[in-house]
């Protein structure tokens, strides 16, 4: 069954440091990997995306993020913080043509930047 | 230009009655899905719809159901609210299952 876990509900970094947010997941197939962010009152927003080609995957507003397989990670980053990046983040996970097919969301992690 | 839109955005009801959401979307894609997400931003998938025929039906309960007039409509009725129904409901579509998710802004709804 597939399942994605997001370490720490919770991330607070200063304005122009490292945004780090992780990603596990679990699936029995070679998966789909997506990041979503959710500003306040809004509906969520595609950041990127993984579907087997590139492991390394840049996304909008400066975030990337890289497809481990050997640690079952897709963990995202962006080098250099900004005030607006404050949000909630969404890993999920799924595999085209499965049976479900549905994406399977973690349980976010809501970003603080600090001036 | 709005690519998935739902209403209302806000929805405020007392318990036992009935209330229905729309959402309607003009990327021309084949599924469409109602996500549920909870006070601790828990997301879950409720319905999804393909070709107006319904693919994944969740542990949800029979109050809930989801009408789909054609391609580019889901919308989701829920008979005898219940409190434990307040929650923030999205619609979503996507080129196909597994595919990419599009959102609308949610619905918040609150039962008294």
């Known amino acids: 069954a597939q399942s994605v876990t997001q370490l720490g509900s919770h991330v607070s970094v200063s304005e122009g440091a490292l945004v780090l947010l992780r990603c596990n997941y679990s699936?029995?197939?070679?998966?789909?990997l997506f990041w979503y962010v959710q500003y306040p009152n809004q509906g969520l927003q595609l950041l990127l995306k993984?579907?087997?080609?590139?492991?390394l995957v840049k996304g909008i507003n400066g975030f990337e993020a890289e497809f481990k397989k050997s640690e079952t990670s897709f963990h995202l980053t962006k080098p250099s913080a900004h005030m607006s990046d404050a949000a909630e983040y969404f890993c999920?996970?799924?595999?085209?043509?499965?049976?479900?097919?549905?994406?399977?969301f973690g349980k976010g992690t809501k970003l603080s930047v600090k001036p | 230009d709005t690519a998935v839109s739902q209403t209302p955005k806000y929805l405020v009801t007392q318990m036992g009655n009935d209330k229905s959401i729309k959402c309607e979307q003009n990327?021309?894609?084949?599924?469409m899905y109602w996500y549920k997400q909870d006070s601790k931003k828990f997301l879950k998938i409720m319905f999804s719809?393909?070709?107006?025929?319904?693919?994944i039906n969740e542990t949800v309960p029979n109050r809930f159901s989801p009408k789909s007039p054609d391609k580019a409509h889901l919308n989701l009725h829920i008979n005898s609210l219940e409190l434990g129904d307040s929650a923030v409901y999205f619609c979503?579509?996507?080129?196909?299952?597994?595919?990419?998710?599009?959102f609308g802004n949610g619905t918040r709804l609150t039962v008294t």
């Open positions: 979503a579509s996507s080129q196909g299952r597994g595919m990419p998710l599009h």
């Open positions: 699936s029995s197939v070679p998966p789909y």
């Open positions: 993984y579907t087997s080609a590139a492991t």
């Open positions: 999920a996970v799924s595999y085209y043509g499965g049976s479900q097919g549905n994406l399977i």
């Open positions: 990327l021309g894609h084949d599924t």
């Open positions: 719809y393909n070709n107006k025929e319904l693919i």
